[in-house]
């Protein structure tokens, strides 16, 4: 019989979280964590970045965009469940796996994420800009710079985990129902969608490694199973329960996808011209302002905010929980520091800047979708030949033969995008 213990470790602190003692109820507890991770995975996945993301691409490619947002979808779906299962077996944090797999690629997954991780937090000081220009008309650097210092704030708080746990759910569940309107107000072309989902007369893989990125990327790849390691949600006893988590997460997720896309759709099947590359351009706040109106952009407006401060918030914790792959025994301290200090740079790096925001939130998401595959890959080669990183657990077949296709197509995707995508930024 196989062995499926697994020794025991105590699972770090969340970064800015003050560690509590042992919950009195295990079971709220448990679905508390299980709940904090799938919106963390999810606003991760569907936050400025995407949003914008989403805009820009419907925008140039019309109902064609639809292959693109399935890929995503699939790719997710392989992706984080290989992910969220290996950490829960393992007990150990992504760059800790990676080097325990291939000796030495956990030092080079740390360093891409948390260089992606700041090109994407500097696109998502970008967002939150964007979300008071559409919500109050305030400068997008003004606002830039004024939501990143509410950011830090939050973050210093004793209770910021609770309170960005809460921001992350509510800010999630007003997106899903404002998008849903604006989609049914907006009238997309639904039979036409459906069918260039899988018959698409464009493919273009520069679009779906972006938009991949920008879903499941870079940091967002383990943002919620780092959340669940810090949390304790780690081990064989709660793998069924991780593994339902991950599968709401994707569900929600690619819904959320799939309505903003036809929601923007309806407008540019409608003859709306949508500004995509000027230094002020909001995609997605026009797409929504030619549905719903002046108000719908407000509305709009306050959900890119809080979307967007979310993710600068998320973006900074899980690219700093790399840093343990170069110094284990971080403290709290430093860790609260390091955090502050990535969302300082991140800020500076966006007031210094003169890329339009919304290019920017486009070049991050491709820029996360180079780095994907090379996360990837000390995963898939941990499933296949060390099982003893996970007390001997015997891999679902099926789900590595799909992680090894999933590798196998990002890479390829990557190789056929990477000019492409650093064209961005220079449009």
Same mark, same amino acid.
């Given at each position: 019989m196989e062995q499926h213990s697994l020794p025991a470790r105590s699972a770090a602190p969340a970064v800015g979280v003050t560690a509590s003692a042992s919950p009195s109820n295990p079971s709220k507890h448990r679905r508390a964590s299980l709940t904090a991770a799938i919106f963390l995975m999810a606003t991760s996945a569907i936050g400025p970045g995407f949003i914008t993301q989403t805009a820009t691409f419907t925008a140039k490619l019309g109902s064609a965009f639809a292959f693109a947002i399935l890929a995503s979808i699939l790719i997710d779906f392989v992706v984080q469940l290989n992910i969220w299962r290996i950490v829960t077996l393992t007990r150990k944090r992504a760059s800790d796996i990676a080097n325990a797999a291939i000796p030495g690629s956990g030092y080079a997954l740390a360093v =891409?994420?948390?260089?992606?991780?700041?090109f994407f937090n500097i696109g998502n000081i970008g967002g939150t800009g964007l979300g008071l220009d559409a919500m109050i008309g305030l400068d997008p650097k003004w606002g830039g710079a004024l939501s990143a210092l509410i950011a830090i704030a939050i973050f210093l708080s004793k209770r910021a985990g609770i309170a960005v746990d809460r921001l992350i759910v509510a800010a999630g569940l007003i997106m899903i129902a404002l998008t849903v309107f604006v989609a049914y107000v907006s009238g997309p072309p639904v039979g036409e969608a459906l069918r260039q989902t899988v018959l698409p007369d464009t493919i273009d893989f520069a679009?779906?490694?972006t938009i991949v990125g920008g879903t499941v990327g870079g940091y967002i790849t383990y943002s919620g199973a780092?959340?669940? =390691?810090d949390k304790g949600m780690v081990g064989i006893d709660n793998l069924? %329960?991780?593994n339902r988590a991950a599968l709401t997460g994707i569900a929600v997720t690619g819904v959320m996808r799939y309505v903003l896309f036809l929601a923007v759709l309806g407008v540019v099947a409608g003859g709306v011209a949508i500004d995509v590359s000027g230094q002020g351009a909001n995609p997605a706040a026009q797409a929504f302002q030619a549905a719903a109106g002046e108000i719908g952009m407000r509305i709009f407006g306050a959900i890119l905010w809080a979307a967007a401060i979310t993710s600068v918030i998320g973006a900074a914790y899980t690219s700093v929980s790399f840093l343990t792959a170069f110094k284990q025994d971080m403290s709290e301290r430093a860790r609260n520091l390091a955090t502050v200090v990535f969302i300082g740079v991140s800020l500076i790096a966006y007031l210094l800047i003169t890329t339009p925001p919304a290019t920017m939130l486009v070049f991050v998401g491709? =820029?996360?979708? =180079?780095?994907l595959p090379i996360g990837l890959t000390p995963f898939v080669y941990a499933a296949w030949a060390r099982s003893d990183l996970m007390g001997g657990y015997r891999y679902p077949r099926w789900l590595l033969v799909l992680g090894g296709a999933?590798? %196998?197509l990002t890479w390829y995707m990557g190789y056929k995008s990477v000019g492409p995508i650093? %064209?961005?930024l220079n449009p």
């Open positions: =891409l994420v948390i260089v992606g991780g700041l679009t779906i490694t780092h959340r669940l =390691l069924g %329960a991780v491709g =820029l996360n979708g =180079l780095i999933v590798c %196998a650093f %064209a961005m």
